[in-house]
């Protein structure tokens, strides 16, 4: 670290905050109210759910952002060229264009919605420090259709990107569907089209239901708000599709039954990425072989692989994740044309 540095005093200063800083807990149990719900906030409602240590997690915290810092890692991944002329001329066929990251553009019944939006040059709240894009959006925001939906999954930063979300609000002016605690956020930057969902909640617009499904994750986008926004998958139902996006999420048994109330789904979106080192990644995200479990639980016909060659956020080689999606679908008997590894900008009918 040189000198006067900004980006190095901030690093330290970071430290500090971390290592000092007392969190206030979301509280105990809401009597009368369901299981997730805490007196300020939400938890996970698996038994056996458990997070590492204080110390682990913030040695883990400090590297990460010393590394996507300092010493930033390639990915030099592909980008198929889209213009988004093909994307703003549709009005009838069901559309997936993977954008990057969690970030998708999908397209049905005429309904343009994006999942987690993305178009910042960070995943972080600060524009000089933390993961750094690696790939480029796969398509120009410039050139997205009119957006009509935007499902957000959680409000971590590479998730919740508030540069991006107000330049949609600006340009699009489209509705925010978001979980539990979110409104407020919105709302503190001048947005109010926006519908806040609990699990298992549904609304009808546009002539889609939404609803807001189960995930086993955590919030948080301070030292001290943990957990006092809630975290969520996204069900899509139209005329005869359905589409499943299930955000950040560790592997339980939620699955089979978002698959038995709202599947089978025509395509689901599910991360195949952030999986190392496992003392940290187990409990709150999916490794690939997971990933194809949930798409079997689910009930899923066709799969994306979302959450990887985007920001540097954990330990696994950058081009690992499709690698093994491959030799597990090869494992499980599923071809190319069920399990889609798309490139950043890739575009396809289902």
């Known amino acids: 670290m040189r000198p006067g540095s900004r980006r190095g005093w901030v690093f330290v200063a970071l430290i500090a905050v971390t290592a000092l800083a007392a969190c206030a807990g979301p509280g105990g149990a809401k009597p009368g109210a369901p299981a997730h719900h805490l007196e300020r906030g939400f938890r996970n409602t698996n038994p056996a759910f458990s997070r590492p240590g204080f110390w682990t997690r913030w040695t883990f915290f400090v590297s990460r952002i010393w590394n996507t810092t300092f010493r930033t890692r390639n990915a030099n991944l592909a980008v198929v060229p889209n213009d988004g002329r093909a994307l703003r001329e549709n009005g009838t066929e069901a559309t997936v264009t993977w954008v990057g990251h969690s970030t998708l553009l999908v397209q049905l019944d005429g309904v343009n919605i994006l999942t987690d939006p993305h178009w910042s040059g960070r995943a972080s709240p600060f524009s000089f420090m933390g993961p750094r894009r690696l790939t480029p959006p796969g398509l120009r925001f410039e050139d997205l259709p009119p ?13 919740l990107d508030l540069t991006t979300v107000r330049r949609l609000a600006a340009v699009h002016r489209p509705r925010f569907l978001v979980p539990l605690g979110l409104k407020a956020w919105f709302a503190g930057l001048g947005i109010d089209d926006v519908e806040e969902l609990d699990w298992w909640e549904s609304r009808t617009l546009r002539g889609l239901t939404l609803t807001c499904v189960p995930a086993q994750h955590f919030a948080t986008r301070t030292f001290w708000d943990q957990n006092r926004r809630l975290w969520s998958g ?12 299930a955000g950040d999420t560790g592997y339980y048994d939620a699955f089979k039954e978002i698959g038995s109330r709202l599947g089978p789904f025509d395509l689901a979106a599910i991360a195949i ?39 540097d956020l954990a330990e696994e080689p950058i081009d690992e ?30």
């Open 234 to 245: 996204w069900v899509v139902a139209g005329r005869d599709r359905r589409f499943f996006f």
């Open 147 to 159: 957006i009509h939906l935007v499902l957000i999954s959680h409000d971590h930063y590479d998730h």
């Open 273 to 311: 990425g952030s999986y190392m080192p496992q003392v940290i990644m187990k409990w709150t995200h999916t490794t690939p072989e997971e990933a194809l479990q949930i798409f079997a639980d689910v009930r899923g016909e066709r799969f994306v692989g979302i959450h990887w060659g985007t920001f």
């Open 321 to 350: 994740p499709p690698r093994r999606v491959e030799a597990e679908a090869r494992r499980r008997g599923l071809g190319p044309e069920r399990i889609w590894v798309l490139r950043h900008g890739e575009t396809r009918r289902w």
